[in-house]
């Protein structure tokens, strides 16, 4: 427009009469955007109108949850929002809908801007949420392998802010929900991760003040905390750091819904499935209406980097996942949750307590009547199809029939140290004549395509498909015949059982309650560090199977 007007003028300006025209017409602009501005934000409603705004249009906020602060606390005011579209990224396309920035700046100190965001949830499906041709609702496989546990009971005395369940089955396994609870992100994370013992008398986690003369749990009583859950169970300890830890700083952000708090195994893969398996029971037994968390929090163990979090992300695409390390790298201070659901860790699931040795009299005898295999609708089939779906897989249409194996496959072990300061070659029950075992499988089954897999050189979906599509899975007693959870109805797991696991049920248990096949094979030499087997005697064996 300037350049317009200065062409309609009846004489020509100078350079220096141009430029000076320009900037006069610039400030110009820049006071009429200014008046705008700030008619704009004097209409604005009030605050209360504009946090009750933020919750009807995202499906997170970072509000205060009412009933804990005042709509005039400063804490409140100070609170601000982003709407933004998260970076897309291969393992979760559905990041591109809107999103709320996780984080906001207080009023003494502006945050880092933060690569963290929640994204909408979605809700669960109904087969899951309300399955049919499951176990008979209210009798034990129902109950006790779906973690529905029957005894309830607060730690504090006068109030709800944390309620905790157990089962009278077995005193190492359950549940608690905490209210109001505040953590110190990167303290809590320093802990968790180089010594968890310690974390009772951290001062990392605390109960919100619900204002400045209340005391949140008054009155506390471990008795059945310490009765009905495993003493070396970290939720039991978190129940009791956020009863006796005291405020050390204000909430820098609140997240508002349900956070669950789960340990992610680093290396030990049955542990890991089991740790998610956890999670996904305490999920459903928390959303009866198929309403997801708002985020799941997982807690590192206490060495390396967590593998396979794109899976994670696959495995639950309804909600948020994150590491507690990812947001201790974000350096954001104190958040305050509206409420956290802690799940057994992989030591308290059902598959592990049912094949324990102190499970066989009460326990071992009734899991092992749960064989889930014509109920679709159990939650380890339910699990199942959720893990296959993260890999995009699904069953065959039409059941195999035929009396040969078209696909066998061949589990192979390395050392590796699963614990801590584990040597490598303590426990690693290598296969000797792998080789010769493979070679004697395909000339007794000319027609099957034989196998032999690595685990550590395939992506966790690689190693899923491959077992998945197999009509035999093979291999020594170790973490990785977890994988078998994911045969099909016709497939095996022929498990090489040495002489040391005899009396370890570990995978027989879990076929059973996944509904899958199970030979156990015995006749292995050696023990936890190299085992041979009778390569012909194996094929003889399995060909009795089919």
Not at 157 to 172: A, M, V, Y
Not at 337 to 360: H, L, N, Q, S
């Amino acid at each position: 427009m300037v350049v317009v007007a200065m062409r309609l003028l009846p004489f020509r300006l100078s350079g220096v009469a141009r430029l000076i025209l320009y900037l006069a017409c610039f400030s110009v602009f820049i006071v009429i955007s200014f008046g705008v501005f700030v008619f704009h934000v004097s209409s604005t409603p009030s605050d209360d109108n504009t946090w009750k705004r933020v919750r009807q249009e995202l499906p997170l906020s970072l509000s205060s949850p009412s009933g804990s602060l005042s709509s005039s606390s400063p804490l409140v005011k100070a609170l601000t929002f982003n709407e933004t579209t998260a970076p897309s990224t291969p393992s979760s396309p559905s990041l591109t809908t809107v999103v709320s920035s996780l984080f906001a700046s207080s009023l003494s100190s502006s945050l880092p801007p933060s690569s963290i965001y929640l994204k909408g949830l979605q809700n669960f499906s109904q087969s899951e949420v309300n399955p049919v041709n499951s176990w008979p609702e209210g009798e034990f496989c129902d109950q006790f392998l779906s973690n529905k546990f029957p005894v309830h009971f607060s730690v504090c005395s006068d109030n709800d802010r944390i309620q905790c369940s157990g089962t009278t089955l077995d005193d190492k396994m359950g549940s608690c929900t905490t209210k109001r609870v505040a953590i110190n992100i990167p303290e809590f994370y320093k802990v968790m991760k180089t010594k968890r013992d310690s974390v009772e008398n951290s001062n990392t986690m605390w109960l919100v003040q619900d204002n400045e003369d209340s005391i949140p749990c008054p009155k506390y009583d471990f008795k059945l905390l310490d009765k009905h859950m495993f003493g070396g169970d970290y939720l039991k300890r978190l129940a009791k750091t956020s009863v006796l830890s005291h405020s050390q700083s204000e909430c820098q952000g609140w997240i508002n819904g349900t956070t669950f708090l789960f340990v992610g195994f680093d290396v030990h893969i049955y542990f890991k499935f089991l740790s998610w398996f956890s999670l996904y029971n305490g999920i459903l037994n928390d959303s009866p209406s198929n309403r997801p968390p708002s985020l799941i929090l997982r807690i590192p163990e206490t060495r390396g980097n967590f593998l396979f979090p794109e899976f994670e992300h696959d495995l639950f695409p309804e909600t948020n996942v994150y590491g507690l390390s990812e947001l201790a790298a974000e350096n954001v201070g104190t958040l305050c949750f509206e409420r956290i659901v802690t799940t057994p860790w992989a030591f308290g699931t059902t598959a592990f307590r049912c094949k324990m040795a102190d499970a066989i009299v009460k326990l071992r005898k009734k899991c092992y009547s749960c064989n889930s295999r014509d109920l679709p609708g159990a939650r380890y089939r339910q699990f199942r199809k959720r893990v296959l779906r993260a890999c995009s897989l699904t069953d065959d249409p039409v059941p195999y029939t035929e009396k040969t194996p078209r696909r066998i496959v061949l589990q192979i072990r390395k050392p590796y140290s699963r614990f801590e300061g584990e040597a490598a070659t303590k426990i690693s029950r290598i296969l000797e004549n792998s080789n010769k075992l493979a070679e004697a499988l395909r000339a007794g089954f000319p027609k099957a395509n034989v196998t032999v897999m690595h685990g550590e050189d395939l992506g966790l979906c690689e190693q899923i498909s491959l077992v998945h599509k197999a009509d035999v899975l093979m291999g020594v007693h170790g973490a990785g015949l977890v994988h078998s959870w994911w045969l099909q109805d016709h497939a095996l797991l022929f498990e090489l059982v040495p002489r040391s696991q005899l009396s370890n049920p570990t995978f027989k248990m879990l076929t059973t309650l996944s509904g899958r096949r199970y030979y156990s094979y015995t006749s292995v030499k050696g023990g936890d560090k190299r085992v041979t087997v009778d390569e012909q005697d194996i094929v003889k064996r399995l060909k009795s199977e089919y």
